[in-house]
């Protein structure tokens, strides 16, 4: 399952940048990994564990601005196409990376 997280954030004022940046680097602490500019994705093992991880999300989410949240399977996240730029192929992009012990 994949977790693609989407914001689009205030950064006006100094607490909204702060708040940015707390929230970017809150996903990045809990292994999400930048797709796109305010796209970060999380590989997990089932759905019970990306809803998990989406509620523990809301919680500290910015009040302002916009965040949203999709779950997928590995199949349908394979599918995406690319209109232009490359696939991204680094090890931390593919499921071979997840290991369940």
């Known amino acids: 399952m994949r977790l693609i997280i989407m914001f689009d954030l205030p950064t006006l004022t100094a607490?909204?940048?702060?708040?940015?940046?707390?929230f970017r680097k809150r996903l990045l602490n809990d292994g999400f990994t930048m797709m796109q500019e305010s796209i970060?994705?999380?590989i997990l093992i089932d759905r019970?564990?990306?809803n998990l991880l989406n509620k523990?999300?809301?919680?500290y989410a910015p009040q302002k601005g916009?965040?949203?949240?999709?779950i997928v399977t590995e199949k349908q996240f394979a599918s995406i196409s690319f209109l232009t730029?490359?696939?991204?192929?680094?090890?931390?992009?593919?499921?071979?990376?997840?290991?369940?012990?």
């Open 85 to 101: 730029g490359k696939k991204d192929a680094s090890e931390e992009n593919t499921f071979e990376r997840l290991t369940v012990i």
């Open 56 to 59: 523990k999300i809301s919680m």
């Open 66 to 70: 916009l965040v949203q949240s999709l």
């Open 40 to 42: 970060y994705t999380c």
């Open 15 to 22: 607490m909204d940048r702060r708040n940015y940046r707390q």
């Open 48 to 50: 019970q564990s990306a």
